[in-house]
């Protein structure tokens, strides 16, 4: 027992092994949202370009949703809960990097993304009562 806590107290100090945790926990919730799909919600892929745009629209039934940025992806793409969302300044959205995950289970309201330059595609999941 004392060998489990111990590499437990290791992984909340090993910047790494959080990481690690944090990045197999964002698989299971994907692998989350797509099963539960099935059972009430939607997924898919949005291009998000330099004019911000819907990639969740509202929907009074959300239980959760999740964006996740494709490991290909060349630019920061920005999240928000305005059509006011931007990439830099007082209204810049939560930047999600290649491979970054952002996910919420208590907002129901359209969520935004927007690029800097170019367009970036963004996966979405969303569960539904």
Same mark, same amino acid.
């Given at each position: 027992?004392?060998?489990?806590?111990?590499?437990?107290?290791h #992984?909340?100090?090993?910047?790494?092994?959080? $990481?690690?945790?944090? $990045?197999? $926990?964002? #698989?299971? $919730?994907? @692998?989350? @949202?797509?099963?539960?799909?099935? &059972?009430?919600?939607?997924?898919?892929?949005?291009?998000?370009?330099?004019?911000? !745009? %819907?990639? #969740?629209?509202?929907?009074?039934?959300?239980l959760?949703?999740?964006? *996740? &940025? +494709?490991?290909?992806?060349?630019?920061? %793409?920005? %999240? =928000?809960?305005?059509?006011? %969302? *931007?990439t830099?300044?007082?209204?810049? =959205?939560? +930047?999600?990097? &290649?491979? !970054?995950?952002?996910s919420?289970?208590?907002?129901?309201?359209? #969520?935004?993304?927007?690029?800097?330059? !170019? *367009?970036? +595609?963004?996966?979405?999941?969303? *569960?539904?009562?």
């Open positions: 027992m004392r060998h489990v806590a111990r590499h437990a107290s #992984v909340l100090h090993c910047r790494t092994c959080r $990481l690690k945790l944090a $990045l197999l $926990l964002a #698989v299971a $919730l994907l @692998f989350a @949202f797509a099963s539960a799909a099935h &059972a009430g919600g939607s997924n898919g892929q949005t291009d998000c370009s330099n004019t911000a !745009g %819907v990639i #969740v629209a509202a929907n009074i039934k959300r959760s949703w999740l964006l *996740t &940025a +494709p490991t290909t992806n060349s630019a920061t %793409v920005y %999240v =928000g809960f305005s059509s006011a %969302v *931007t830099a300044g007082a209204t810049r =959205g939560i +930047p999600i990097d &290649a491979g !970054g995950v952002f919420d289970s208590t907002y129901t309201g359209d #969520v935004y993304c927007i690029v800097a330059a !170019g *367009t970036q +595609p963004l996966i979405y999941g969303e *569960t539904t009562r």
